[in-house]
């Protein structure tokens, strides 16, 4: 066997990924040599419990709950803690003793990525999180460096597992919500507590990862418009199949030109799409990213969006890519943010949207509602009633747009809602990827 | 703007690629460099023939015909001349006078892979060739870096999108091969002499580039097995859409492992794949490539597999990155072929299959079949039969096999053709993807 360098390799955590990650690195170290240039040696394990259960079996010295003593010593730090702190303090640790860092903390990362790349810039230590953005898909390498030549114009995700789960299993069984996030919690595909993922919150985080680096714009997650799928019901969901579409819990990041002056526009909404599209047909727990490039063209990457050993592999990439560096010599290339395009409010964006009504079934309620619409610069593209009371006193008007603006078409809404002919709006969903 | 250090940038070639690489270093250049971070100054278009007609409108004073002169002084050099020589010694030049190099030459990195790598190595030099593999697509990255920690078990690529086209067209349009061939041809999706794309030879040279990534093995291009679409027919897709299938043109990049050694095996066929797989849906000319690892389990990438603007992207990403390494400093990271194993011929492939046979239709002639493909170790999953002649003395039989070895099966299907009972062997088609 070669006579490699070694490199000493910190872990910290040790839950479904971290266990997933120590496991690899033993079952598959001279494998990884070979490709890294480097032996990998797992220096330690840093853990708030020793005693807590683990998913792999582990050799029980490798644990620690020193986490600073065993950062000083090594030459990679994989973060796998989660949450913000200590994780935070620990990677600044690690970048300040000369490591590079790979991890998979997307809270992290989108809140405090300024932080800590602006530190490994400073002191030319890379740092690495293919893990954070898509789970085991390579969404990473090929927008910082495979589109680096291109202008991305526009990126639609399925970034979130459990909720395009939840969204199939409405979609396809025609059931409802609380039903199936339910069966997902049974299963294991949704938290106890299902917040993060059902309200959007985890895919406003992968949303800003994505921005910043498909836009070369620092992206705080504060600017990212973000709504869940708790409203989303059976009724909505058939309503979008009779109208050729499927809902799904999109990331859309976005590049607007208005009059020649830049923005972006990074959103997280449930979106109706297009029943051809390559995302439509994004099943279960998937994740699937779409590119829209300049020159490029049209883009996907697809493949699990989560699951302990499938992020691992993102992971691990990461550790290869940093013993690789550490090897190569030089410094780390830091993230490329000089192009800093301001970030619009959601009101500024242009899509068409899908607005059901619930109204009284009389005569002349077509023409109010149709010239709210008008007077709010809102353009009709098709108009579709049914009845729907069991007394047959109000009817269902689902009307679909033109491109309009975002802020006039919620004013406008909220018009209709005010109207004495609506007895209230339905639902309001965006259409993406026309 | 900020006062970034200056990269001479020699471009070789102005063919479709070319011009628009060109077109857009000059028109893009401040935005590059910010990425960059570095100027990348275009040195000069070196061309055979200054006066021949370009896609795009360069400044006349940046052609040149002294392609040398113009390595020299360069920092990176982009070659795309495509074919073998000059581009090989002009590679070698600018490797050895400190440059780092971009190509989308296929032809040349299948061929000449080891040598220009190994030269690379030597000087530390980096080769770039995102371009060459699946056209637009970040497949290179993806595959060796992302994936870097994980274990490839396979790929499926769709990456020659003129035989995409043409095999599509057919499964849409009920056409037959030199109709839709014709068409393409002055579509100018396909090229005068077509026998690169519909032989398999393009598909072969990707999938030699591929495999040598996937597997961290130099694969050699005459290690490839190749066919080529040129007989498939309408009566075959007909059969293989009746069958649930559609035929596409592969690139299989496969893991074998034959009780403890593991070998691969790299091959390009036309092959029947289920509607229901990803891979299914790639129309038109669109490339995707699959791919299943160990831990990652299974990805799909997915976009354009050439055009000039498309691929071009490619390559610009791949300038930024060596741009980046050089104002990094450190040594280029050579490529990983330490694995190194061994490429088994297609004969000890293991693969479902479907055999199409015309034979006499008389009593005891299924039981002959059958008896010839048990007595050759291939186990019939279904059978299927339909009288074809007009004058009914002949029938068709459509056999479905259970797993079985390539070699066991065309010893087989030769006996068969041999057999007083078999008219001719239609066709015999891979599954792949089950």
Redesign the interface.
């Known amino acids: 066997m070669?006579d490699y360098r070694r490199l000493r390799v910190a872990l910290l955590g040790a839950g479904a990924v971290g266990s997933?990650v120590a496991a690899?690195l033993l079952r598959?170290g001279d494998?990884?040599a070979?490709?890294?240039?480097a032996t990998l040696e797992l220096a330690g394990i840093a853990v708030r419990d020793l005693d807590a259960p683990r998913d792999a079996d582990l050799p029980k010295e490798l644990f620690t709950t020193d986490a600073e003593t065993l950062i000083l010593g090594s030459d990679i730090v994989i973060e796998l803690m989660g949450g913000i702190e200590p994780a935070r303090t620990y990677i600044l640790q690690a970048i300040n003793s000369g490591a590079d860092v790979v991890t998979a903390n997307k809270a992290l990362l989108a809140t405090y990525g300024s932080e800590i790349f602006d530190a490994a810039d400073q002191v030319?230590a890379s740092v690495y999180y293919?893990a954070a953005a898509a789970g085991?898909?390579?969404i990473?390498?090929?927008l910082r460096?495979?589109?680096?030549?291109?202008?991305v114009q526009r990126i639609m995700g399925i970034v979130n597992g459990t909720t395009n789960y939840i969204l199939d299993r409405m979609d396809t069984e025609g059931a409802e919500f609380l039903d199936v996030l339910a069966d997902a919690q049974a299963l294991g595909y949704a938290e106890a507590d299902p917040t993060a993922d059902v309200e959007g919150f985890d895919a406003a985080q992968k949303a800003a990862i994505l921005a910043s680096l498909a836009f070369?714009t620092t992206v705080p997650l504060e600017t990212v418009h973000r709504e869940g799928i708790t409203k989303i019901d059976k009724g909505m969901m058939d309503a979008a199949r009779h109208a050729g579409y499927v809902i799904k819990l999109l990331a859309v990041c976005e590049r607007l030109a208005d009059g020649g002056a830049e923005s972006i526009s990074v959103r997280v909404y449930p979106a109706l799409v297009n029943r051809d599209h390559?995302l439509a047909?994004v099943h279960g727990a998937n994740n699937a990213v779409f590119v829209q490039?300049?020159?490029?063209?049209?883009?996907?990457?697809?493949?699990?969006g989560a699951?302990g050993?499938?992020t691992?592999?993102?992971?691990?990439?990461?550790?290869?890519?940093a013993a690789?560096?550490h090897i190569?010599?030089?410094?780390?290339?830091g993230e490329?943010t000089?192009?800093n395009l301001p970030i619009v409010p959601v009101g500024h964006v242009v899509t068409r949207y899908q607005v059901t009504l619930e109204v009284a079934d009389e005569p002349g309620v077509l023409a109010t509602v149709a010239g709210i619409l008008s007077e709010g610069n809102v353009s009709i593209a098709t108009v579709e009633q049914t009845v729907t009371g069991e007394d047959a006193t109000t009817a269902r008007l689902v009307i679909g747009t033109h491109r309009a603006r975002e802020q006039d078409l919620s004013d406008t809404v909220e018009r209709l809602a005010a109207s004495d002919v609506v007895v209230r709006v339905v639902s309001m969903l965006r259409v993406e990827g026309d």
């Open positions: 070669t997933q690899l598959h494998e990884l070979d490709r890294a240039g030319g293919e085991a898909i390579p990473i390498r090929p460096d495979s589109l680096a030549g291109d202008r070369h390559p047909s490039a300049e020159a490029a063209g049209n883009l996907m990457f697809y493949g699990a699951g050993v499938q691992a592999s993102a992971v691990l990439g990461d550790v290869v890519s690789r560096r190569a010599g030089g410094v780390g290339v490329s000089r192009a």
